[in-house]
């Protein structure tokens, strides 16, 4: 028999496969986990674009200047419906049983997400519009800071422009929002306003890593069971100390109530719906989709509150929605050393077998590639022994 062994030099040139064309490139870019990722990016942005209506007709039309208790009536709704849901489980998985191992975490975690909604809802008492635009944004570089080290999310340089791209597109609509002469607030206490603002996203920044981790790791109805309990409890305490004067104020009739169940209705669905989209992408990626709420706001303010218009808002958006592309059209991927990833890991109900020690010689932790949008066409360097 006669074996005819064919080696790289023998191949003719040119029969290699072609570099694909730019079609291809671009539909490799814009695939369907990408639109998804956007689609869900966009869904909480107009969660949030109904919250900030509802709020300015609430502050605006009837003096009703209340954070804590609109907060105080989504942390209710969420007791109602998740924790009462964790309350009827059977397992590890019921409420006693979490609250037996984890309950100071979650109470921290409760506290962390109340004082963040209320300095950013009171800031716009104290400072202008576009610097709770502008500073708000100060919970992007908190979140890659935080995944970075607690997470151990390893980011490549087109997530760090498609990050840029996203706060340079907001700086340009709030530049144009001075420009116009849109600004809100009292400007002899803006410094105090700003500090709130800065405050709230960075408190924003650890609520939403820790809810990250919770709902990759644990579940999305414990973290939202858990919120309900203690955040109903600790707001419930903040509103009969600071604002029981101010709810006495509110001139009620249907109207404040519409807008208050509104509120409610839109919060409730921004917190159910965001641990489902973190868990597809991560806590960057929605902040990031989140800069968008400020133009939907903006776009119904033009019917709404006579907002004057300018070009300048299209180009924020298509700024914003090229850097989100940017952002997710390349994978991110975590670092799982064993050594580092068990100090943050909670594995108090769910035994694991622990990790094979490292061998001398060998420093390299495990390498877990995640994102919605593989790099398929990208090949794992291979290693000759």
Known sequence: MISVISTAESVPKGTGTPAPSLYLRIRKVLSRDLLVTLALGQVLSLLICGISL???YLADDFHACTPVFQSFL???LLFLVYTTTLAVRQGQGNLLAILKERWWKYMILGLI???ANYLVLKAYQYTTLSSVQLLDCFVIPVVLLLSRFFLLVRYKAVHFVGAGLCLLGIGCMAGTDVLLGRQQGLGEQKLYGDLMV????????ISNICEEFIVKNLSRVEFLGMMGLFGSFFSGIQLAIMEHKELLKVPWDWQIGLLYVGFTAFMFGLYSFMPVVIKKTSATSVNLSLLTADLYS???GLFLFHYKFSGLYLLSFFVIILGLVLYSSSSTYVVHDPRVYKQFRNTGSQPTSDPPPLS?????PAVTYTT???DA?????VRVA
């Open 54 to 56: 509802t709020s300015k």
């Open 74 to 76: 989504n942390y209710i």
């Open 113 to 115: 997400d109340i004082e």
């Open 198 to 205: 800065l405050g709230g996203a960075t408190l924003y920044g």
């Open 298 to 300: 903006l776009f119904c």
């Open 360 to 364: 001398s010689g060998v420093m390299e």
């Open 372 to 374: 919605l949008s593989s």
């Open 377 to 381: 066409g990208e090949e794992l360097p």
